[in-house]
């Protein structure tokens, strides 16, 4: 008994050892397609952003002549200013008592 005993441990124990092998081969070949992945999303990220980037970048000239034309508003009608700024902060403070 004790011979067979010896065998199912030395069997178990090239089983392991083949397993572990395995086990390296598969982390290494995950960790080179995990880099792959990674650089392909960062490529991508970059893309979007270089284009968001050159979209604001198109578009700041016109914001910036809205945004004066607001502020000659403001300056303009200050009473419609003040209304206007009291009907916003009525309704952010609704919509935060509301999820209450």
């Keep these: 008994m004790a011979g067979f005993r010896d065998l199912t441990d030395v069997d ?7 397993l572990s ?15 792959g ?4 999303g960062r490529d991508m990220a970059m893309d979007y952003y270089s284009d968001l980037s050159d979209r604001i970048a198109q578009s700041l000239p016109h914001i910036r002549k809205r945004a004066r034309m607001v502020e000659e508003t403001a300056r303009d009608h200050p009473a419609a200013t003040v209304a206007v ?7 952010i ?3 935060a008592f509301n999820r209450r």
Excluded: N
């Excluded at 700024?85 to 309704?91: A, F, S, Y």
């Design 12 to 18: 178990l124990e090239h089983q392991i050892a083949a």
């Design 21 to 35: 092998k395995e086990l390296t081969t598969l982390k290494k070949a995950v960790a080179r397609r995990g880099s």
């Design 37 to 40: 992945y990674y650089e392909d």
């Design 85 to 91: 700024g009291l009907v916003v902060l009525g309704l």
């Design 93 to 95: 403070a609704t919509l």
